[in-house]
């Protein structure tokens, strides 16, 4: 019998963008997605039981991992190909083998949206110096989102990107809080936030408990 789990994140992303591929192919510790693949980003909890979430959706389906991260509280998957179909099997799979729908998922909460105009030099190149993707440049438009939970961060950074002409600079799709910055003109960071709102907005699941005081 299988132990139960906590969905947390369950999002399909359709068509994986330039940069967002780029992005997941320098810190992907699995096999790389492509760009134009389509993916599915699960978080669950307890972590440890990604790895037979993993299983679950490898031996029914040709889907490939691009990443299996089990940190202290949740565990994180992601996986790509570029049938489609394929990769809403590998959730179907998933979702039949615990008994859950995918509106069991929490429905993401942004905790922090910012947008920090005409940076100065010395805030970029401390922005520069930890970034995995693109490098923000002197006097551009910084965007910050923190989300919970952390797996939708990746769909936030994928449907920006298709909006607007931003610079992915970092995504953080594990741990308690999910965390996206882009770098860009005004008037396409404030495109790309738009973009995010709507996306995430659009997701149903759980409502978050409320934190006691």
Request: proline residues 3%; aromatic residues 6%; charged residues 20%.
């Amino acid at each position: 019998m299988s132990a139960a789990i906590d969905l947390r994140t369950f999002s399909y992303i359709d068509i994986l963008q330039p940069q967002l591929t780029g992005f997941l192919q320098t810190v992907a510790t699995g096999f790389m997605p492509l760009e134009g693949q389509a993916a599915l980003f699960i978080e669950i909890a307890p972590g440890m039981s990604i790895n037979a979430v993993t299983d679950i959706a490898l031996k029914q389906t040709s889907t490939v991992p691009g990443m299996q991260i089990v940190e202290r509280s949740f565990g994180v998957l992601e996986l790509h190909h570029f049938d489609q179909g394929q990769v809403r099997a590998a959730g179907e799979a998933i979702l039949s083998h615990y008994g859950l729908r995918e509106e069991d998922r929490h429905a993401p909460v942004v905790r922090t949206s910012e947008r920090i105009t005409g940076i100065d030099g010395h805030q970029a190149m401390l922005i520069n110096r930890m970034r995995h993707g693109d490098m923000i440049a002197q006097g551009q438009t910084l965007y910050i989102m923190e989300c919970e939970p952390a797996g939708y961060a990746c769909i936030a950074a994928n449907e920006a990107e298709k909006a607007a002409e931003v610079r992915l600079l970092e995504v953080v799709t594990f741990g308690q809080y999910g965390r996206l910055w882009l770098g860009g003109s005004e008037a396409q960071i404030e495109e790309a936030e738009r973009a995010i709102r709507k996306t995430l907005e659009g997701i149903r699941g759980r409502a978050p408990k409320k934190k006691s005081a």
